[in-house]
DNA sequence: ATAGGGTTAG
């Protein structure tokens, strides 16, 4: 009978199931059941039986066919509860959770009252989505039903407040549910510990072991360990690496993974970089996600090579960059390490792989273009972006501001304003440089105050930026009243002050404020010493600079670097030790670079040393004279020598290496706006005057005894055509021009992107003294102070 | 669980 009915089962199947049913042969009945379920169309369309439909709707979903499931959906008439919470769960993923809250809001059109079941599905789409309207309106639903105190309806409530960042609401919720499970604690402290609410945080967790007795497991532990991490609270992140290992929390591999993930980036961010490695060897298994955990961690404590190295082992492994985060992880390593290459192929598999909108990846790619100097192509990424957001921009005008481009900065963030965008703390810690970059006091001025109306006004890194700009826009006055107003103070800002008094020759007020630092129990790091040298180097302090070289290693214990190397022996070259100089090189540990004989060779320049220039300029091109700044050095060497053939010919090798020499440029700020001039300039409106001004001016102290020394001149030239050359310097120029233009109570700030020459230096003094008027120049090394005849650097340079 | 832009020195 069976066979027969199997091979009718097409036609007579509902009566065959009926059959079964009342001769209570149930399991021929479920076989002939899951028989009919392969059969198309349906056959019991007598019946018209949502059961089978439903089966086979279940079918669809477990095999992840959704258009499919869709699809029959469609086909039943009447869809009972049970079929939506069935579609409505398969779309709860965040990908489909548009149309999950579509489906909900055709069963209340439909007149399905929702049960305990929908309400948690429908509520987790409105936690992925972070939808606090929906989630408001399931929750009155909920009511609505007399479902909301369900244990599982409940949490779900609580999750989407924590999602949706109302967290009061959250435990309002979490205050009044009749029972609470693992789950709920757990939603309550990810929402403590997002919110960085540390205190209240481990008093839930204190509470749910000692009132719930529940103990921490994996998620509990994944939301936690952040929370450490970025309080820095590495003592109790070692207690719950404790408690893992003791409660054997890695057995589970999944959970293995995120909580040795977790583990380990609390261990990278709270600087203790063995530890991180140490649970990343041990870990049973990893995925991309602790891959790129602790390469951030290696790159954030910028131990560069080492990343790298990480970095390679990954992709030897087989395992690639995938998601979002991920691929913003690596790019930051890129750019912190400056390979391009690899941030060009991440580009390439991002635009391949779809991840191309995604906006924090996009925000990364553009910065690592920026910081690789490649900013050309940073503008054309940023054009490209389908949306950009406050980052983008920000990521624009540090980029601009990176690459010397500062005026063009001011337009992006005037764009930006255009376009609705808000600047926020880092947008402007990004713009204010722009100003310092310039001496723009005016604009500094303006973006001091934007910074007050906006309320970040005592935030430390902004704080930051405003001392360095005050420091180059020659108001060192003023960035110590934004130091001494800081609520509190980094490494930064300490750092930034000190190099401050530095460029404005005030060594003393530099070491005074470094004591300072150090009885406030500040560490000084490596930076700090590279201000403190360079600002006893602009003031003539050659002893205390060798004594703090001295200190940093011995007491400080800081390894000098490189670039300590640079200042020391910037510091006894410029002091005119220029035999003890070169000796100190070739003292060093490490084999000095070009930028080291550059420091020792400009220093020949300047004190008419050729025999040592010609023995440094030797070494220089043996290294290869990287950058503009060694060529001109050298080729200035032998101009002031006389030898122009020699000159010409390192002026050859320059260009064909593809050296551009930036051309002198100085600037003047007059009423807030900046006017620029270039060496021999007539493009200025006021071309004629400016020039009538600075040869009345060039007459007079000519009779007052002043000599063009024609040795700064570079070019072999008949004399009266050097002496032209010299006249017609920018940084002249610029100042001819702020007498014009300025009262004669008021102070002239010229700011020159190279260093001012001597020639230029002596007519400047000669100025201040026939027009009696206070001249400030800063030039690409330090501020030069002129009043009556007299200039506050012992010598030009 | 990783997660975008920013401040200092040369």
């Known amino acids: 009978m069976l066979a027969a009915a199997r091979l ?27 028989t009919a379920v392969c059969l198309r169309p349906p056959p019991f369309e007598s019946i018209k039986d949502q059961a089978l439909l439903l089966v086979q709707l279940q079918g669809h979903i477990a095999r992840g066919h959704l258009s499919r499931a869709r699809h029959l959906f469609d086909q039943i008439p009447t869809p009972d509860v049970r079929a939506y919470n069935d579609l409505i769960r398969a779309y709860s993923s965040p990908v489909a959770a548009a149309d999950a809250l579509h489906l909900y809001r055709r069963m209340l059109l439909q007149r399905v ?81 997002h919110h960085a609410m540390y205190h209240h945080a481990l008093a839930h967790l204190l509470r749910m072991q000692a009132q719930a007795r529940l103990r921490p497991n994996a998620s509990t532990l994944v939301s936690l360990l952040p929370l450490l991490a970025q309080q820095g609270a590495l003592d109790q992140g070692t207690c719950v690496h404790a408690y893992c290992i003791r409660v054997c929390l890695d057995h589970k591999v999944t959970d293995g993974v995120l909580v040795g993930t977790a583990l380990l980036d609390m261990y990278a961010k709270c600087g203790s970089l063995v530890y991180a490695r140490r649970v990343f060897d041990d870990m049973p298994a990893r995925n991309e996600v602790t891959w790129s955990a602790l390469i951030s961690g290696f790159v954030l404590c910028g131990r560069m090579t080492q990343a790298f190295i990480l970095f390679k082992d990954m992709l030897a492994k087989g395992l690639r960059f995938h998601s979002p985060a991920s691929v913003a992880c690596a790019l930051r390593a890129c750019a912190n390490l400056d390979d391009v290459r690899m941030g060009e192929q991440l580009h390439a598999l991002l635009a391949k792989s779809g991840v191309h909108a995604d906006l924090t990846a996009g925000n990364s790619l553009l910065s690592m273009y920026a910081k690789a100097g490649l900013i050309d192509q940073a503008i054309a990424f940023f054009h490209e972006m389908a949306d950009k957001n406050n980052v983008s921009y920000s990521a624009l005008v540090s980029g601009y501001v990176q690459n010397g481009r500062a005026e063009e900065a001011f337009l992006v963030f005037k764009k930006m304003q255009a376009c609705n965008v808000d600047p926020d703390a ?34 430390t890194s902004i704080c930051n930026a405003l001392i360095d700009m005050y420091a ?75 004594h703090w070289f001295h200190e940093m290693a011995s007491r400080y214990g800081i390894t000098p670097r490189m670039e300590h190397y640079n200042c020391m022996v910037d510091l006894l070259a410029r002091g005119g030790f220029l035999d003890e100089a070169y000796q100190f090189i070739q003292s060093m540990p490490l084999t000095a670079d070009v930028r080291v004989w550059g420091a020792l060779l400009a220093a020949c320049r300047v004190h008419k040393n050729i025999d040592l220039g010609k023995r440094v300029s030797r070494m220089i091109q043996e290294l290869g004279p990287e950058g503009t700044g060694n060529f001109v050095l050298l080729s200035n060497i032998y101009s002031a020598a006389g030898r122009f ?29 900046l006017h620029a001039f270039v060496g021999g300039d007539q493009r200025h409106l006021q071309s004629s005057e400016i020039y009538r001004e600075l040869d009345n001016i060039l007459l007079g102290i000519k009779k007052l005894g002043y000599q063009p020394d024609t040795t700064f001149v570079l070019q072999d030239l008949e004399e009266e055509e050097k002496e032209k050359a010299l006249i017609y310097h920018s940084e002249k120029i610029a100042i001819a021009f702020g007498i014009l233009s300025l009262s004669e109570d008021k102070t002239i700030f ?47 340079w």
């Open 113 to 193: 009252a929702p049960n305990n079941y929908t309400f948690p599905f429908a509520l987790k789409v409105c936690s992925a989505l972070a939808d606090l309207h929906c989630g408001r309106a399931i929750h009155c639903h909920a009511i609505h039903a007399g479902l909301h105190a369900d244990l599982f309806v409940s949490t779900a409530l609580l999750d989407m407040y924590v999602k949706c960042d109302f967290l009061h609401d959250a435990a309002h919720i979490f205050a009044t549910m009749p029972a609470r499970d693992l789950v709920a604690w757990n939603a309550m402290l990810a929402g403590y510990a």
């Open 750 to 796: 010229v700011t020159k992107n190279l260093r001012v020459c001597g020639d230029c230096h002596t007519v400047i003094k000669y100025i201040s003294l026939v027009k009696r008027r206070a001249i400030i120049v800063r030039d690409a090394n330090r501020f030069h102070h002129f009043k009556n005849g007299q200039c506050s650097c012992r010598d030009f």
């Open 472 to 546: 180059k826009c020659g108001r060192i006055d003023l960035s110590r009243q934004v130091f001494d107003m800081m609520p509190s103070w980094d490494i930064v800002s300490w750092n930034t002050m000190i190099a401050g008094y530095g460029i404005h020759g005030l060594g003393k007020e530099a070491t005074t404020l470094f004591l300072d630092m150090n009885n406030r129990g500040f560490a000084p790091d490596g930076v700090t010493f590279i201000s403190i040298i360079s600002s006893c180097s602009h003031s003539g302090l050659v002893t205390e600079g060798k």
């Open 8 to 34: 009718d089962a097409t036609k007579n199947g509902a009566f065959l199931l009926l059959l079964f049913h009342f001769h209570r042969r149930h399991h021929d009945a479920r076989r002939l059941f899951s």
């Open 645 to 673: 053939d020699e000159a010409a010919e390192v002026r050859i090798i320059q260009k064909v290496k593809g050296f551009k020499k930036s051309p002198g440029c100085s600037w003047i700020e007059i009423n807030g706006s």
């Open 426 to 459: 880092a947008t402007m810690v990004s713009l204010i440089p722009a100003c310092s970059h310039l001496a723009a006091l005016q604009h500094g001025r303006c973006s001091h105050g934007s910074v007050i109306v906006r309320g970040l006004a005592s935030e």
